[in-house]
């Protein structure tokens, strides 16, 4: 069984997907709803044996699988995970589950298709943070594109089909400099494409720089990073709810991912070389974005932005290439998930009953809406990293790594929290505080036990990670700590 869990967890919610394909009449929306939310619980509860059955302590890869794929051109079915990845598993069924639930009532047309393309887009995620093949992660990575267009393409906003284009067509260009970097290190390597034996190919310095600004062409298009950020507001905003909480809490964490399980260990040397660039990089994205924020309109278009924010701690943290940076950007990693998806939920809740995502909208919704309120101004608070929330955490490790890398470095940083919240308070006081703006407002109902739920769920999982971080450190631990090892040896040849 125990050698079996990640195909388990890849392949449940794909097999759920499928079969929800085959129902495909509108008629049949309420079994399709609750067959959708079997298939999310279940594809969450086969993940749970993997944190529970982790041995803590040590770099090696868990769970592996290992099988002829592609035997002529020596591709496995090669699966693991380590302390690295083994919590975005977790993260993926999670926020599949609440997106589920989220989109009960929100989706009428085509609902099979909907709730089936979460299902298998959450397989795919998953396979990305599991494989260890480079085709493998190739084919998961890429292929996480197509249910993610066709949600945004079918059930998104007016521009739908402008966004989803804008959102194929960057990610898509940004990855196949990947594949011509992943074809080089199969060449390099006697004809592999075990990751693992990628990471210990002495490179020379020139190959390191082209291997390195290659694959940053995709990671950094999908964290995403200024300058190439400016494809996720447009999608954002034209993605249902659902959508936008799949891509801001998961989607995301692939680019990120990336750059540790290939950019890092593959070429450190470039890395370290080009860790200048990506700090500058990565605090313009800290900084300016933030700035960007303070000024929307659109409550969608303003989480964006923070989300561009939020991901340039990460960037951060993982290129001043220290322990606490590198673990830091990680929780970051994971308490953005909870948290960034929380915020387009709630906007999703307040567009479910006015139909608008401008803030001039709305005024006075704690009047109608105090429980719904509440649970907003918690998630607002970890946006701006309020200590006992999640958002904290990651942050404030990040910071404490900069300014021991560099205290004008670690001053920048520690500006996002200003910034974060500057344009997180003022969006909740012009959209929750104060009387009654209008007759819409006046008209709303607070939120039913189905939104509750998913909210509450969410509410818990900030708290935790905020209050009681440990078990997410201590599983990272000994894989961050092997990584800047390895990291801080040179690989030239």
Known sequence: MGSSLLSLAIWTPIVFGVLLLALGRDDQAPLVRWIALAGSVIGFLVTLPLYGRFHLGTAQMQFVENAPWIARFNVNYHLGVDGISLWFVLLTAFITVIVVIASWQS?????????????????????????????LFYVFFEATLIPMYLI????????????????????????????????????????SF??????????????????????????????????????????????????????????????????????????????????????????????????????????KKLVAYSSV????????????????GVS??????????????????????????????????????????????????LFSMANCGLPATSGFVGEWMV??????????VGLGAATALILGASYTLWMFKRVFLGPVANDDVRKLSDINAREFLMLALLAIAVLWAGVYPKPLTDVMDASVKNLLVHVSHSKLN
Request: charged share 10%.
């Open 399 to 408: 910071i404490l790594g900069s300014v021991r890398h560099n205290f004008w």
């Open 309 to 324: 924010a939020h991901m340039g701690f990460v960037t951060l943290g993982f290129f001043i290439f220290s322990e606490l």
């Open 194 to 299: 075990d990751i693992q034996t990628w990471h210990t190919l002495p490179l020379s310095a020139t190959a390191q720089t082209l291997l390195f600004f290659a694959m940053f062409a995709a990671f950094a298009v999908k964290v995403p990073m200024w300058p190439v950020h400016t494809w996720l507001p447009d999608v954002h905003v034209e993605a249902p709810t659902g959508g936008s909480a799949v891509l801001a809490a998961i989607m995301l964490k692939l680019g990120a991912y990336g750059f540790l399980r290939f950019s890092l260990p593959i070429t450190p040397d470039a890395a370290r070389e080009w860790a200048g660039l990506m700090i500058a990089l990565s605090l313009i994205a800290v900084i300016y974005v933030g700035l960007v924020a303070i000024v929307q309109k659109d409550m």
């Open 152 to 191: 945004i393409g079918i059930w998104g906003g007016p521009n739908k089909i402008y966004a989803a284009f804008k959102f194929f067509l960057y990610t898509l260009l940004g990855s196949l400099l990947t594949l011509v970097a992943f074809v080089y290190l199969y060449s390099r390597s006697g004809g």
């Open 107 to 135: 989706i009428q047309r085509k609902v099979n298709q909907y709730m089936a393309a979460f299902l298998i887009l959450s397989g795919l995620m998953i396979g990305v943070f599991c494989a260890l093949d480079g085709v």
């Open 328 to 377: 830091g950007g990680l929780v970051q990693m994971i308490s953005h998930g909870f948290v960034s998806g929380a915020m387009f939920l709630c906007i999703g809740v307040l567009y479910d009953r006015v139909h608008s995502r401008e803030i001039a909208s709305y005024g006075g919704v704690v009047n109608t809406m105090p429980r719904f309120t509440a649970l907003a101004l």
